[in-house]
Every structure is written in C-alpha cells, then in structure tokens.
C-alpha cells in the first residue's frame, strides 16, 4: 500500500467467488485483518465487471479499536487519540490490475473519549465520520459528534450540542499538516466546562465556565491548523481563527460583585486571545443598562490575561454604589468623599484588566472608570445644604478621583473641580482639592448661616480653593470679587456702589472637615480696608470676628463683630479706635432714604462704640465719645446710649429709645453752644443748658423729628440785631 507505507494481510477464512452471467464476478467473504497489535474481524465484499474489469471492493471491520488501527501506519495515528469501539467500512474503486489510489472510509465511533494530549479530554456517546484516502491526503469529508452522557448526579442546563467537523491531514517534508473546521450548533453556557476540553486555553476555560453561569451560545465555528512531526512529540496548533454567537447571558465579571444580565456577546477566536463583544444587558440587582462591553481574553501569556471595558448608564444611586463596592479597590485606601448621590449617569466606561489566577487580589487588578452625570443631587455637601442640578465629567481609578462639572447649592450656580488622590502616603500628603467658583446674591450667602446683610448687598463673585491632607487637616483659601456689589455701613453713612472694584480674602482652616480658625480676612476697596479673623466656632460659623484693622475713610479703629445668633438677631459689633469720621453722615441730606434698598426683614446692627475723637464737618470734633448704638436693616436708628464731650466745650449725654410706642430722643449737654456750634447749628451761642425731647415720625430711614428744645443761662455773641431788639423791649 503506497498511500500508507505498508503491506496489509488478511486471513481469509471463507471467500465466495460467483461468476457473472455476462462476465466478471461477485464476492463475498469472511476472516481477520492483521495487525500489529493483533487481529481485527474484517468482511469483503465486492465485484468486477468482466468487460471493463473495473469494479470496487468494500472492507468492513465491525468491531475495532481506533487504536489498534493507529499504529498501523503514521497517517492512521490521530486515531489513537479515540478510546471507543468503533466499526469501520472502507471503499476501493477497483480498474483492472492498477493499484487503487483513492478510497472511501465509513467511521462510526460509540461511546467512549477523544484523548487530546495535554488539553485534556473529550466525552462521546457517538462519532459518525467519513473519510477519503487520496495518495497522501486524509480528509473527514464530514463528522457529526455527540457528547457523552453526563456522569450519575449531574445534568444539562440545555439541550446537548451537536458538534460538527472537517478536516484534511496531509503528508508534507516528513510531517503531517492538518486543517480542521469545527461547528456547534448550541450549548448551554452552564454546560460549557463539560465540553470545553480542560488543557485548552486553561486560564480562559476555567474564568468563562465559572463566571458565565447563564445563557445559550450558539453557531460557534472555528478553524484550526496543525502541525504533527511523528517523530518530534505531539501535535502543535500553528492557527486558529472562529466566532460563537451568545444570548440571554449571565456574567460574573468580577465576583462577589452582582453579575451582569440579559446580555448578548459574539467571540472571536485568535490563537492569542478571544475577543468577546458584548451588547444590551443591565447589572442584577441595580437600574444599570450594560449598552455594550469588551471583554479580551489574552492567551498568549501564563498565566492569560483578561481585559474588560464597558459603557454603562443608569441611575448616578447605582453607578456609586457599584463603584464604591470593596472589590473593585477604588477607595481601599481612602473613604470615598461622598456616601449619597442622586442622579442619572448619561454615560461611563468601567475598564477592568487582571491576570486568569484562583486568588486575584487587588492589587493585580487595572481599573478604570470615567463617564458623564447629570441632574446630580448630593444631600448634605456643603455645610449642610444639598448640590443640585449637577453635571459632571469624572475619572476614576486607584490612583485617584477626578471630577468637573457644573452644579447648584442654594440657588448658587457653581463650578467645581475636584481631584483626590487615593494614593499611600505620609500624614502631611496631599489627598483631595477643590476649586469652586460662582457668583452669589447676598441673600443666597445668608442661607449658609452667616448673613453678610446690611453690610453687603447685591452680587458677589466667588473663588473658593480647598486642599485636604491625609491627616485630617485642611485649608480653604477664600476669594470674593465685591465689583457687582453694594458694601455699606450705614452708621458711618460709607456705601461702595456697584461698578467700584473691590475684593476680599479670608484662610479657613479645618481638621476632619470642620472649621477650627478663619484668618486672614480682608476686605478692601479704594476708600476702605479690614483686616480680620474669625474665632469661637460653632457648628462650622464663627461666633467672633476680631477686626484687627479698619480704614474706613478717615475713620481708623479695631473691634469685635459678632454675627447674629439666632433667626431675630442682629449683628454686635465693638469698635475701638484713635477716630471716628461720622461727617458724611451728618452731611448726608434729612430725606435721604439710605439703606432703603436693604432687606427690612435682615438683621439690624448692634453696636458698641468707643474713640478718642469723632470728626464732625468743617474740622469740628467730638471727644472721648462711648456708647451703644442700635439699627435696623435700613440703617434706621432704633435705639442709642452715647456719652462724650465737644472738642474744646461741655460734656453731652444723647439717649434714643422706645417710648409709648414711639422712637424718642433726648439729649442733654452743659454746654449747650459749644454742642450747637459743633453741629453747625448756632455759632452765636456761647455756654448754656441744653436739653432736647422729641420723637421720630415713623421708623423708616428719613423719618421727621417733632419735639422741644430748651437751653438757658446762654450768651449770645457777635449778634448785633438781636441786641437791638432785646434792649427796645426793655
């Protein structure tokens, strides 16, 4: 046999021979093939046409071992790799006295196992094949196999596959070159570890079989080339190329993380890796939606590799919970800043890359997250109000958090950038900043708890930078931009109109994300500057603000600002100082209703005065002047306590009160022209008791003052007319 390298020899044990009536014969017989590991039954059957002398021969061994075949001759050896009986018919074309060349097998294989080497096993409950020997060519021309039955206790998720074959294996430079193509018509993803042979691919095998607990895969098709040097060890895989449809898949991609559900995939297979594209889907026990996904599965390295992306949308309440979870090691080292978040995630990419091992920990694990969100609420952010209607671009990986978008807290509309940095690191290491900016109605300030109103009125903008350490201690550096924006004391009758530049700064200092000191305030325009900070804290607001310098005009003093301390407080300020400038508010005309665009529902101003000297108009003065002084919202005068005396004259005792339902004044002085002269009043007038009782009109800004006035034991000097007209009526 010059197809196979040999001679075969049968035993004959009965041979009919029939001879036709128009020539040729018939034939018939039964005996044994020999073999080199023993005999197999074999029986012929056959004929020749007696005037072509062509005819064909038929050889059949019912029952054999594909084994005992395999070592027949080299290209028979792949047979060795199935343990199972068999029974095998093969057809020669006979032509006269030429030696066949071409022959037709009929292989049917019963239960039993396909050995593959190295990779493992395969169960059968039947192989059928067909093949033809062609001078040095052997080729399955189809081969159908069903797998064997399940072990007692066990069973299919599914109905079991049919797996289908072709396949030529030819002789070439002393070797064997195979190509195979492979098909399945479906299988249950559950059943997969039955029939995925357990050397191949090992790592790929053992992920897919244990995490896809769900799902049919379906038209799987794959080719395969093969090399085999019979004399240089078992065969090598040169090429492999195929693709398997699956639907209604269950996906553990990463346990005990939920699995992914409802998806559908297609694979690519490569000698180096399985390419998975995956579709639809959502993740169990969340409003997830899986819109589509990657998984690569690299075979090239030991152990393999897997790498996996996925764009995901849903509710922003799952997306965090899903990236918070422990396993994926985001926040391993550092608490995550947030703990509830409301919202919808538009879109996101979760990236996953490990090496196939038993015990995977985390920090063999590449992950990635980045995505879009928007309408985010965040109860509870900043100082115990809620951001709202946010919009953000995130990344995340174990490296660190990192977030831009815009947002809302109060009405505000802000910009926020925010980076943590999830890394190890010493206690003084930097782990998070924020840069926040916006612009801000005073109203929408005092929401906060600290109300800048009457002081500042209108818009301002806002630059607030935060930087937190690893050990608890952080540092807000605050900005305020006061252009758009009224600022105004209106006890000294000082306002800075918007359009005017004007600007302020203040250091918040906090430990553990509460305020422990507030330092460096300044507020400064081009007639006013105050330098400040911020003590006695409580529940993030502080209690005391000691003015350490102020130049307010001409005015130059220090003091203490204490905030209101509850909802019907006003502000209690204390103001020391060499002097105090009140000339603009004597200057400032009666009916003027300054302040009466401040909100009359805000707090008023308490204040407690002491200074040396108080500038009055045309260089006239006040000296050692102290007291308490009480306004509304408006600026209006509710109520007033000063002592003092005039620069060069008498002492004077001024006192606004509520009386019967009305504001009233009093005033005295023992040097009645002295304090007539210092106002601008009666220059004429020297010495005298000086008293005054009247009452305000109403208690808006520029109410009338009704009253009487008496001042006795006076002169009058200089006043030529009305010494005329006092000595006629003598």
């Known amino acids: 046999d010059a197809q196979f390298g040999r001679a075969w020899t049968a035993e004959i044990g009965a041979l009919v021979l029939t001879r036709r009536d128009g020539g040729g014969i018939d034939l018939a017989g039964h005996g044994a093939l020999v073999l080199d590991t023993g005999q197999v039954g074999l029986r012929v059957s056959g004929s020749i046409d007696g005037a072509t002398g062509r005819g064909s021969l038929t050889a059949t061994m019912p029952a054999v071992r594909p084994a005992a075949l395999a070592a027949s001759a080299p290209m028979l050896a792949p047979l060795a790799a199935i343990d199972a009986p068999a029974g095998l018919s093969v057809d020669v074309q006979l032509d006269g006295l030429r030696i066949p060349t071409m022959a037709l097998a009929r292989l049917r294989v019963g239960a039993g196992t396909i050995e593959l080497g190295r990779h493992g096993r395969l169960g059968l409950s039947a192989l059928e094949a067909d093949l033809t020997l062609d001078e040095d060519t052997l080729r399955v021309e189809r081969a159908v196999l069903h797998p064997a039955p399940l072990p007692a206790g066990q069973g299919l998720a599914g109905a079991p596959p049919v797996i289908t074959a072709q396949a030529d294996l030819r002789m070439a430079e002393g070797g064997w070159r195979a190509e195979a193509r492979l098909g399945i018509d479906q299988v249950a993803t559950a059943d997969l570890a039955l029939f995925w042979p357990a050397g191949v691919a090992r790592g790929a095998r053992d992920w897919i079989t244990e995490n896809v607990t769900g799902g049919i895969a379906r038209d799987g098709a794959w080719r395969v080339t093969a090399e085999w040097d019979p004399a240089g060890g078992p065969p090598r895989v040169t090429g492999l190329e195929g693709t398997l449809e699956a639907e209604d898949l269950e996906i553990h991609w990463l346990r005990p993380i939920p699995p992914a559900q409802r998806a559908a995939a297609r694979a690519r297979f490569a000698l180096d890796a399985i390419d998975i594209d995956v579709t639809g889907g959502g993740q169990s026990g969340t409003a997830i939606e899986v819109r589509e996904g990657r998984v690569r599965i690299g075979l090239a390295t030991d152990p393999e590799t897997a790498e996996m992306d996925f764009a995901l949308a849903g509710p922003a309440a799952d997306v965090w919970a899903l990236l918070r979870h422990p396993r994926l090691g985001l926040f391993a080292r550092r608490a995550p800043p947030i703990t509830e978040v409301r919202g919808t995630l538009r879109e996101a990419r979760l990236s996953l890359g490990f090496p196939m091992i038993a015990e995977l920990p985390i920090e063999a694990m590449r992950i990635s ?126 306002a800075k109109p918007p359009g005017i530049a004007g600007q302020g700064e203040a250091t918040i200092a906090l430990l553990n994300g509460q305020i422990t000191a507030i330092d460096g305030i300044r507020v400064e325009t081009a007639d006013a500057l105050l330098r400040a900070r911020g003590t006695q804290l409580r529940q993030n607001i502080p209690q005391r603000i000691e003015v350490t ?51 009359a529902a ?101 109410a009338p003052l009704t009253g009487q006035a008496e001042l006795e034991d006076f002169a009058v000097r200089d006043a030529p007319a009305l010494g005329k007209l006092l000595q006629a009526m003598s």
């Open 549 to 599: 310098q102020a130049q307010i005009g001409r005015s130059r003093f220090t003091g203490e600002i204490n905030p209101p301390d509850g909802p019907r407080a006003n502000w209690a300020i204390a103001l020391r100082g060499p002097v105090l400038d009140v000339a603009p508010v004597l200057s400032r005309p009666a009916t003027a209703e300054d302040g009466s665009g401040a909100d």
């Open 602 to 702: 805000g707090p008023g101003v308490a204040l407690d005065l002491r200074f040396d000297r108080v500038l009055l108009e045309q260089a006239r003065a006040l000296t050692g002047i102290a007291g308490t002084l009480t306004t509304d919202a408006r600026g209006t005068v509710q109520a007033a306590q000063l002592r003092g005396r005039v620069d060069g004259g008498g002492g004077l005792d001024l006192t606004v009160a509520q009386t019967g339902g009305q504001r009233r004044l009093r005033l005295t002085s023992d040097d009645g022209g002295a304090l007539l002269r210092a106002f601008g009043v009666l220059r004429t007038v020297q010495g005298g008791r000086l008293r005054v009782d009247a009452a305000y009109g109403h208690d808006r800004p520029g």
């Open 369 to 494: 997250a980045t995505g879009r969100v928007s309408d985010i609420r965040i109860p509870r952010l900043v100082l115990g109000k809620d951001l709202e209607r946010g919009n953000f671009d995130f990344t995340a990986d174990p490296a660190g958090l990192r977030a831009n978008g815009t947002a809302t807290v109060q009405g505000i509309a802000l910009r926020i950038q925010q980076e943590a940095d999830f890394r190890p690191g010493p206690p003084g290491q930097l782990v998070s900043r924020e840069i926040v900016s916006g612009r801000a109605e005073a109203r929408q300030i005092a929401t906060f708890g600290l109300d800048p109103r009457p002081f500042v009125e209108g818009v301002v903008g806002l630059d607030i930078r935060n930087e937190t350490r690893r050990n608890g201690q952080g540092r807000v550096q605050l900005r305020t931009d006061f252009r758009d924006a009224r600022l105004a004391l209106d006890a000294l009758a000082w």
